[in-house]
């Protein structure tokens, strides 16, 4: 006789995307990809993990209440706080100018940890936007998703900085399914040349292979879209990087959770900081 599904198993897929410059347009990747996902009827929720500069309220026109301090500090759970954007996606709002969320505890941790596996019970895709940089923070939260995205664009800075997120990752979890954004470029020739670099890069060095998820277009309608509070796909849904942000939505919608549950959220620390056990894509054309 075949069992059910546990029902408090949610299926979500966890995607942390980061970048190791800052610069490149990583949030607004988030809001655009989250956008395209709920277009295709599914559940979405965006983490603002930026937890002393979070700005995906700001991006959205959007004034949240609450914040993730307020949860952090036991104040607050992550559903009193959690704002409606656009479509449906459910925001978890970062706070901003608080500085001592840039280090976060073990109690921290645990808190949030909580908070996302009672939040993910209703979702289907879970996008974390974290900070720019190699702070331990963002690796930490890079490590416990399921999938890593990371942006980057043509520019020689930005490309190192990729290769350099890649490097420490690989070298913490060699197992670690790395994926590759290349935004704001000009031609499919110049992303895949971009692309190109780091998967050679990593394969002679680190012997890993990428995963393309494609590019986005460099394209003035995104600009508008910021100064205007709007994801480009509703602003100006006809443009080139509207376009690909459809394309990008839609080869994400694909993917499945790993391990099966797809609960391997936030890694949970116990007093002393050790660790506790708890719970392809072609280009843009």
């Known amino acids: 006789m075949s069992t059910s599904p546990d029902r408090r198993t949610p299926r979500v897929v966890t995607l942390a995307v980061t970048s190791g410059k800052g610069g490149v347009g990583k949030t607004n990747v988030v809001v655009n990809l989250a956008v395209g996902l709920a277009r295709l009827r599914n559940r979405v929720a965006i983490l603002d993990a930026d937890f002393g500069l979070g700005n ?16 952090l500090a036991g104040d607050r759970t992550i559903e009193e706080i959690v704002v409606e954007g656009p479509h449906g996606v459910r925001i978890v709002p970062a706070s901003s100018g608080l500085r001592q969320l840039t280090a976060l505890t073990s109690q921290h941790w645990r808190r949030l940890s909580d908070g996302l596996v009672s939040l993910a019970e209703d979702l289907d895709f879970l996008l974390i936007d974290t900070a720019a940089g190699i702070s331990d923070n963002v690796i930490e939260l890079l490590l416990t998703s399921e999938r890593v995205l990371i942006v980057t664009s043509p520019e020689p800075t930005a490309v190192v900085d990729a290769y350099a997120m890649v490097k420490i990752l690989t070298a913490t979890d060699p197992t670690a399914e790395i994926g590759v954004l290349v935004n704001g470029v000009r031609d499919t020739s110049e992303a895949d040349l971009v692309f190109r670099q780091l998967d050679v890069a990593a394969g002679r060095f680190l012997h890993r292979q990428l995963r393309y ?43 499945s959770p790993l391990g099966g549950s797809g609960l391997r959220l936030v890694r949970r620390l116990g007093p002393a900081g050790e660790e506790e056990s708890g719970t392809e894509a ?4």
């Open 56 to 71: 995906v309220d700001v991006l959205l026109g959007l004034a949240p209440e609450g914040h993730l301090g307020h949860v």
């Open 213 to 255: 998820y494609g590019f986005v277009t460099n394209d003035p309608a995104v600009r508008d879209s910021v100064i205007v509070q709007r994801p480009v796909m509703d602003h100006m849904p006809q443009s080139p990087a509207s376009r690909c942000f459809r394309i990008l939505a839609s080869r994400i919608a694909g993917l």
């Open 282 to 285: 072609p280009q843009c054309a």
